[in-house]
């Protein structure tokens, strides 16, 4: 027996968002995501560091994740999986 319920026409409109302001305020969560694209030799540290100062201001955890260094993982895992 199945438990989904039915659901009407009118309650399917109450559910759906009608502005982006409702969207964002349905969707709120307290995780922030940046990421920065720089060219080789800029100084991007100083805007990271600059940037999770701000952040530690607010409360938030600010975790650095370098994607380079993420594709390195996956590559590496690829080729000794595919061995």
Known sequence: MST???LS?????????????????KT??????????????CDKQRVINSLEKRLNE??????????STFIKKVKAANFVANV
Do not use: D, H, R
């Open 4 to 6: 989904a319920k039915k």
């Open 9 to 25: 026409l009118e309650t399917i409109k109450k559910e759906v968002p009608k502005t982006s302001l409702e969207k964002v305020k």
């Open 28 to 41: 709120y969560t307290e995780e922030v995501v940046f990421g920065l694209c720089t060219p080789i030799g």
């Open 58 to 67: 607010y409360g938030y955890k600010v975790v650095q994740l370098k994607l």
